[in-house]
């Protein structure tokens, strides 16, 4: 058992003890359902994709992108999965998972709120009790997912540990499912954790990238120049890499969250970041070895990001190693440049992007005469769940783009 | 002293702290008063941000440690610093274990062994590395001559238990229910199952989670454990007196681990119902 769930040295099974059983007996069920497909799962689980989904998933030309930057650009629109984002795809297949293997209830973290609600609109469709952790300077930050996941019946919990974000959401999450192993199933968000959940996760996902390969050659009788997804955990990242892994000829783009700073303050423990591919030193995680912000010590940092779905001081191991390897280049780009290209795609294309996904438009617009002819990039998510946080956060920059604000100044606070 | 001497006279009496909390000082005095209570081994933790076993009071005290500016080379001075007789044992999580060392390509668990085998650890509880991950610090705990000791869990069954009979030592620390740490009300009745499981092997077994009076330590050892593991119901003293004066909480504490330690010589006078 131990040899699996590796890549290189990162990945791996670090939990307590009490948790190893459970993690073994999802293994073997990953193994038989999903990959083997007993019982029919997997004709079940894309059936659900279709239906329940809504897959496929368009893959559409951005025709203002492609004159600005004077290349084609393609958008793989995960936005328009049902829920609004790419989590749902992980998220369905997890629960349908849980619900092979008898399992009774779920539990799920959930940083920008975007994973909890697909858990819990995923656990609703399935009928099965879904409780879900979240910190609270993001539930303050993602209202409107909360009130979802409330609205589709699920248990919201905050937790208040640390600076209440996604790393403290996931170590909470784990003591859950330490007291209640036996009957409940842990959803986790991305492409992270000990063995199977990374390769699991990715498996899940990549239904992204062999309908986007597919969808590129019909369209333009090759492959793309170049992929770019944004990267928190790194599961939209997987999903649009992973059928593209063997093709040495496509660029594959992992852009992270800047934030205000590639530096840190070992002192205090922060990192104004959540670049952890590019700055972050191999550790151990949240069950996994894997590219991590760590102090000297080995402490683990609080990241920072605009985008709560990117806010993680950890990545996904299967990147992390793909990186090192140099087949996906780690970039990143920073809060302002984020939410710039928020503005930008919203009134170039009629798209309002999620924060996570506006980095990689971000990144887009800096270096695009650097990455190809032909370019996809994976719109992970769209941004109704971020308006509050964007109307904040441009009121307090002077940015070219924005519309006018004057009329939120007026009214105050900010909030609408 | 060793480990397994620790058991030879009865039950042992196995607390545990957080190094640091809530201050370097404090903590000196609370792990002494413990060994003056009857401590017959100690856990003494080593903070770590992120301590996914465990529930809120340990885990609130890590926070306070760390507050307090813990780090590993804190911790093996401060080991150095205290002042008592039976042995230590180090618990923690794998990436402090994995980080330490000077230099890149020095780093692991090696660097990290022989520190603490210098400051006088006599072994290692790392909670989240299972027997399969654990081969590095065993093979490191070997050469300085360091137990390392496991978590049997209540869903630990069948091929797992094997291996970690081959790679214990020291004794083996059996949780007596599912979930995180955290004193409770009830003793589990899972313990029993448990001890009957590893009743052939061939070190002392420790039972732990949840254990807050002398009451409970009388009836786990009654139930046939060679020791008793208190965490929670010892740090919850050292957080109810963050504001008070250091010689009485560490008081308090002291007269804690009395009844813990009578409750367990208690329980080894009860014949068992075997
Ligand atoms: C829309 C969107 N994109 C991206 C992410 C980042 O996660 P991952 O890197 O796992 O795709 C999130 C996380 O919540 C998200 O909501």
Known sequence: MSSQGKFGDYGGQYVPEVLMPAIEELADAYERYVLENEDGFMDEFRARLRDFGGRPIPLQRADQLSARYDREVYLKREDLLHGGAHKLNNALGQVLLAKYMGKERIVAETGAGQHGTATAMAAAHLDMPCEVYMGETDIARQRPNVFRMRTNGAEVTPVTTGRGTLKEAISETMRDWATTVEDTHYVIGSVVGPHPFPEMVRTFQAVISEEAREQTRERTGGLPDAVLACAGGGSNTMGAFHHFVDDEDVDLYAVEAGGSSLSVDEAEGVAPNSASLSTGEEAVLHGARTKVLQDTDGQVMESHSVSAGLDYAGVGPELAHLVDEGRVRAVNVDDDAALEAFHRLSQDEGIIPALETAHAFGYLEKYHDDIGETVVVNVSGRGDKDLETVIEETMDRDLDIAPDMGVFREVGGGRL | ?274
């Open chain 2, 1 to 274: 002293m060793s480990l397994e001497e620790a058991f030879a006279d009865g039950p042992a009496f196995i607390p545990y702290l957080a190094a640091g909390d809530p201050s370097y000082e404090a903590s000196l005095e609370y792990v002494e008063a413990l060994e003056r209570g009857g401590a017959d081994v100690i856990e003494l933790g080593l903070p770590f941000s992120e301590p996914i076993a465990e529930g809120s009071t340990i885990q609130e005290a890590v926070v306070r440690a760390l507050e307090a500016g813990m780090t590993p080379d804190r911790y093996f001075e401060f080991v150095e610093d205290l002042d008592v007789d039976v042995p230590l044992v180090c618990m923690t999580y794998y990436n402090l274990v994995y980080q330490y060392g000077a230099s890149e390509a020095e780093k692991g668990p090696r660097p990290f062994v022989e520190r603490a085998a210098e400051a006088g650890i006599e072994g290692f509880v790392v909670v989240d590395l299972p027997a399969e991950e654990a081969g590095p610090l065993r093979e490191a705990c070997d050469e300085f001559g360091l137990d390392l000791i496991f978590i049997v869990a209540p869903t630990t069954e069948g091929e797992r238990l094997e291996r970690m009979r081959e790679r214990v030592s020291g004794y083996v620390y059996v949780q007596s229910r599912l979930g995180t740490t955290g004193a409770r009300d009830e003793v589990s009745d899972y313990t029993e199952r448990s001890l009957s499981r590893l009743a052939d092997w061939d070190v002392p077994k420790a039972v732990g989670f949840g254990i807050k009076t002398g009451d409970h330590a009388e009836r786990i050892v009654a139930a046939g454990a060679d020791g008793i593991i208190v965490g929670s119901a010892l740090v919850d003293i050292v957080a109810e007196g963050v504001d008070e004066s250091t010689a009485d909480v560490a008081a308090r504490l002291e007269e804690k681990a009395r009844e813990l330690k009578r409750g367990a010589v208690r329980g080894a006078g009860v014949p068992r119902a075997e």
